[in-house]
């Protein structure tokens, strides 16, 4: 299985209705004591579905992304990439898969630095329980 392949799974099973959700639609997960986590669904392109992933915390009453990925999801194949990370903690903001001009364009090395951050952060996020918490939480959301 691939790094992409992985993190697509992940996103997946934490997230288990993303292929249903439409443009402009969004999750957040509370899952104390971690940061919430957060779901954007931002676009449908050629090459899949752009979602932003973030924590987010309030510092002096501005919103702070620890962090805040943009990602490319393709359901099939099924694989997720980043596109794009932000940190506002560090004042960090790195871009390696990008359109221009309708062209899908990459920075090869700093796409595999972030693949294996987002490789890495998807892990936690399982980890840490976010996957029980969402479910629990559409059970509490449906009722």
Excluded at 28 to 55: Q, T, W
Excluded at 71 to 83: C, D, E, G, S, T
Excluded at 84 to 107: K, P
Aim: charged share 25%.
């Amino acid at each position: 299985m691939t790094r992409e392949e992985r993190i697509f799974q992940r996103i997946m099973a934490v997230f288990t209705d993303l292929q249903q959700m439409e443009v402009g639609d969004h999750r957040k997960i509370e899952n104390e004591p971690f940061m919430a986590l957060s779901l954007d669904v931002l676009a449908d392109v050629p090459h899949g579905r752009i979602i932003a992933l973030a924590h987010n915390s309030v510092m002096n009453g501005d919103l702070m992304a620890d962090p805040d990925m943009q990602i490319l999801v393709n359901f099939r194949p099924q694989k997720a990439a980043a596109m794009t990370f932000q940190n506002s903690y560090l004042g960090v903001y790195e871009e390696c898969l990008y359109y221009d001009e309708g062209m899908l364009l990459s920075r090869p090395a700093l796409q595999r630095d972030l693949n294996a951050f987002l490789d890495e952060w998807t892990k936690n996020i399982i980890d840490q329980g976010f996957v029980e918490a969402y479910a629990d939480q559409e059970a509490t959301d449906g009722e």
